[in-house]
């Protein structure tokens, strides 16, 4: 106000101090819909532990090789390398032979490490990028028959074969593979007299114990079937994995301490003990999501079986891809999860291809649908690479999940009933007041998650969420 100017009413200011403030409850940014904590349907676990019983697996799925990186150069554990089912048949020192005769091979992007019909067969492992393997159908075209990312690998059936290669093996990114020629192989079948024949015999026990099993390594059932008489019914049993996995409740804590002070005088509007409380389980409550997807134990990420891994054919997420997804866990699938960077990078691809896809409601959320299948969003699944804007280009993994015991699905475990207990598995308890008047108060969680199958659960690894279309018939005008 200016100086000659008189006075005509009380300020703002000096009026504020007499009104009552409106004031919101303590809002957190960290906190987010948690949809997985919904949708995962919650097992009682009386005895704090989970086992989960299965039919014994004769052939197990062939497993990823651990490859590191000393100062930019791969290697392998021959104990890595024992993970390949067909080398279980041959002696330790036979296989680590083999191990120790690969070679780095650096392959630039589009080109090939085999060329159908003209190289010879070479068995090879994946140790940085991705390869695709293809071959020609029999109507002459292109057929993809896989895409393989670190530590997979390809052709160790066909180590001994004198044919040209049935397939071709192209980088689709830059990579860096371990392969085993037919030199480096001669020099091991000198050293090891009668290897062709134990090789052989190793490759004859696979597919022999590979003709026995079903497509999940479980033995067959011997069944009969006809209308004829006097027929012998087969005699059978099914047998039970003797060390079956036992799931232990994971336990989250904290200690929440107020001053008596202010919870007795600064109680109203808002309790703060209270308000104490609940952004602490919502901090809790977070972390507990995270730890379902990424825990190295049990979490989502970490309980995908080796054959349940697919990568993406072109870095960010396609229908096509979502669709592989689909053929893997096809029993009843419950949703996807996927960072909402994932998401958007896959409507940005249904968007390119014309084909948007649906949105349903979810705990009035809007969330979309694949197939009919809704796509969940979360957070939890991290993005690895990205700059520090948390915007940059970077990969992550999406997954499918089939849910419920009924179903042989995931399921999420607690324990209901703790003492102290204020929500499902959530206790809350009084620990001490000490000699400065504050109250400590003690808050544990206790949790797990298992997965009943090994179908219950695929992942889509390498989504790019960086990548924009720079659609042709934009319009640009430039003044």
């Known amino acids: ?6 006075q005509r009413s009380i300020t703002t200011a000096t009026a504020k101090k007499l009104a009552t403030t409106t004031k919101t409850p303590p809002q957190m940014g960290s906190i987010t819909p948690r949809l997985l904590l919904k949708l995962l349907p919650w097992v009682q676990v009386d005895s704090g532990t989970y086992r989960v019983n299965r039919t014994k ?4 799925r062939a497993d990823r090789i651990e490859i590191e990186f000393l100062e930019g150069t791969p290697s392998f554990k021959v104990e890595s390398f024992r993970r390949i089912p067909l080398f279980a048949y041959l002696e330790a020192d036979i296989v680590t032979k083999l191990a120790r005769k690969f070679q780095v091979e650096t392959i630039d992007l589009g080109k090939n490490l085999i060329t159908e019909s003209k190289d010879q067969q070479k068995f090879f492992i994946v140790a940085q990028g991705q390869v695709e393997i ?35 093996v192209k980088a689709i990114t ?3 593979a371990f392969s085993l020629n037919s030199k480096e192989l001669e020099d091991v079948i ?3 007299p009668n290897f ?4 052989q015999a190793a490759v004859d026990e696979h597919l022999r114990l590979k003709a026995t099993v079903n497509v999940h390594g479980e033995k067959h059932i011997d069944l009969a079937s006809g209308h004829e008489e ?8 099914i047998d039970y994995e003797e060390n079956p996995r036992e799931y232990q409740l994971n336990t989250l804590q904290t200690v929440v301490r107020v001053h008596t002070r202010v919870t007795d005088l600064y109680n109203n509007p808002y309790n703060q003990l209270e308000q104490q409380m609940r952004l602490s389980i ?8 995270w730890e379902l997807v990424n825990n190295k134990n049990y979490g989502l990420l970490a309980s995908v079986a080796p054959g349940y891994r697919i990568s993406t054919r072109y870095g960010s997420p396609t229908p096509d891809d979502l669709d592989e997804l689909l053929s893997l866990v096809w029993k009843k699938p419950s949703f996807f999860l996927a960072h909402p960077r994932a998401i958007a990078a896959f409507e940005r691809e249904c968007t390119w291809r014309g084909v948007p896809p649906v949105t349903s409601n979810i705990f009035g959320l809007p969330v979309l649908l694949w197939r009919g299948v809704p796509i969940i969003p979360s957070d939890k699944i991290e993005i690895q690479g990205q700059y520090l804007t948390s915007r940059g280009v970077g990969t992550t993994s999406i997954i499918l999940v089939r849910t419920g015991e009924q179903e042989q699905g995931v399921v999420g475990l607690h324990q209901a009933g703790i003492p102290g207990e204020i929500a499902p598995s959530l206790s809350a308890r009084l620990m001490a007041l000490d000699k400065y008047a504050v109250a400590s108060y003690l808050l544990t969680k206790y949790f797990s998650l298992a997965s009943l199958t090994d179908d219950a659960i695929a992942v889509l690894e390498n989504v790019e969420v960086g990548y924009y279309h720079d659609y042709n018939n934009r319009k640009i005008t430039v003044k």
């Open 1 to 6: 106000m200016a100086q000659n100017e008189l």
């Open 57 to 60: 697996v004769e052939l197990k």
């Open 134 to 168: 293809s071959s020609k159908g029999v109507h002459g075209e292109d057929l993809r028959i896989a895409i393989l990312s670190e530590g997979e690998y390809f052709g160790e059936a066909d180590l001994l074969s004198d044919k040209p290669s049935s397939v071709t």
């Open 174 to 176: 830059p990579a860096i």
């Open 190 to 192: 000198k050293d090891v």
């Open 196 to 199: 062709r024949e134990q090789f």
């Open 230 to 237: 006097d027929n012998v019914i087969p005699e059978t049993y």
């Open 282 to 289: 919502e901090s809790i409550k977070e972390r507990q999501e």
